[in-house]
Nanobody
Framework: QVQLVESGGGLVQPGGSLRLPCAAS????????MGWFRQAPGKQRVLAVA???????NYAGSAKGRFTISRDNAKNTVYLQMSILKPEDTAVYYC????????????????WGQGTQVTVSS
């Protein structure tokens, strides 16, 4: 049974940083392109950053220069390092497979983890 467990969220002041890990079980992350999605209050879930099996990354406009996605295949874990956080980054963050890193298409998913809440506020 596939499980994706996101963690590391919390309340942070504007300009602060957070590192979110996503640990997988029941699936081998190294064979998939992966991404971090986020869902802000009242909005749809969107793909923010993505990484190919080979480590090539892509970022949505708002995440460029501030977010870094990485993966540790030995730990079956994907990470999201977020810096210079802004109030508009407030959202629940999820990781999952992605359909295309090059075109930033998340694809359809039948399963989502519980996500981790990130709140940016002073």
């Amino acid at each position: 049974q596939v499980q994706l467990v996101e963690s590391g969220g919390g309340l942070v002041q504007p300009g602060g940083s957070l590192r979110l890990p996503c640990a997988a079980s029941g699936m081998i992350l190294s064979i998939y392109d992966m991404g971090w999605f986020r869902q802000a209050p009242g909005k749809q879930r969107v793909l923010a950053v993505a990484i190919t099996r080979g480590g090539t990354t892509n970022y949505a406009g708002s995440a460029k220069g501030r977010f870094t996605i990485s993966r540790d295949n030995a730990k079956n874990t994907v990470y999201l390092q977020m810096s210079i956080l802004k109030p508009e980054d407030t959202a629940v963050y999820y990781c999952n497979r992605v359909l295309s890193v090059a075109t930033m298409q998340g694809g359809h998913h039948n399963y989502w983890g519980q996500g981790t809440q990130v709140t940016v506020s002073s």
